[in-house]
């Protein structure tokens, strides 16, 4: 098992999205980036506990390691169970989230929402970390209306056994509108003893390195999307060819297909597409053509055509 105080600092790491960090695309970003932390998609603790077919959005290969395990809710006891069932998994550790911004998360007093209650954060936080020897972090924001709460809520974190917090800086209210503000994220470091990791706007290693200042690591999210060199320096992008990039992408496609049935692969590997043509002459028409394909066959023929 990797330990996440051993990983290489700066830590860089691809944030948990729904949809988006399946083990498909981990796997792809693992096998490009060998030093790259990764998490699972963000997942319901009460899916996990109801559910085998959520439950097996936590399961990895173990190539994928480090690999962490992101879990949201509001029940206590329910995050304490978890821990001790996914701890012999081999996991690198768990993560909480209090950040989604989302309306449906929001709404049933999840992710974000739960900045507004800190003392039941704080008790997840204890419950989880008291169930379990894997380091338990936390992924948050800068605040449910602004950044005055962010020293206080994460310190509260950390005295409740949270071994490292990242920080997406924009409040929960904002969700992904105007631009992220990461001088709150370098106060709070200040306040802290325990690793601080930003997030938020970065499309490059070198825009995370920049960022980073103090900081303990940066974490990289919408930008990885069909983008697994997101952690490359530009120098080496900039040499892809578009036959590297149709080759990694079926490579990609092919093991989503490996987890899943034909029509859910081509309908959900769509929002990769972008990410994966982006650059290249004719982009738009490429991407609509391969989005018209109707089986697996027919877009394995449409992607080697591009590559040829």
Excluded at 53 to 65: I, T, Y
């Amino acid at each position: 098992m990797t330990k996440l105080q051993n990983l290489p600092r700066p830590l860089m790491a691809l944030a948990p999205m729904d949809g988006v960090t399946d083990r498909a695309f981990r796997q792809i970003v693992r096998k490009l980036n060998p030093g790259v932390l990764l998490y699972s998609e963000f997942t319901n603790v009460n899916g996990i506990v109801h559910s085998s077919k959520v439950r097996e959005r936590l399961l990895f290969e173990g190539a994928e390691l480090p690999y962490v395990v992101q879990i949201f809710g509001r029940d206590p006891l329910l995050f304490a169970q978890i821990a001790r069932e996914v701890q012999d998994l081999g996991i690198t550790g768990i993560d909480i989230n209090l950040g989604c911004p989302s309306k449906r998360v929001v709404s049933g007093g999840n992710g974000a929402a739960l900045i507004k209650e800190p003392d039941l954060a704080f008790a997840i936080v204890e419950a989880t970390a008291k169930a379990t020897a894997l380091p338990v972090t936390v992924k948050t924001r800068l605040g449910w209306a602004d950044a005055s709460t962010l020293v206080g809520f994460a310190k509260g974190l950390e005295s409740a056994g949270a071994s490292l917090i990242t920080v997406h800086g924009r409040t929960a209210k904002m969700a992904y509108r105007g631009e992220a503000d990461w001088e709150p994220i370098y106060e709070l470091k200040k306040e802290l003893k325990i690793p601080v990791l930003g997030n938020g706007d970065l499309r490059s290693l070198e825009q995370g390195m920049e960022q980073l200042k103090d900081l303990d690591g940066f974490m990289i999210g919408r930008a990885a999307v069909g983008n697994p060199w997101v952690f490359w320096p530009q120098e080496q992008r900039d040499k892809l060819t578009l036959k590297d990039k149709v080759d990694v992408m079926l490579e990609h496609f092919t093991l989503l297909r490996r987890y899943q049935s034909e029509h859910k692969t081509l309908v959900e590997f769509r929002k990769h597409l972008g990410g994966y043509l982006s650059g290249f002459r004719d982009a738009k028409a490429l991407r609509r053509e391969l989005m018209e394909t109707q089986t697996e066959q027919d877009f394995t023929l449409a992607a080697l055509r591009l590559a040829s």
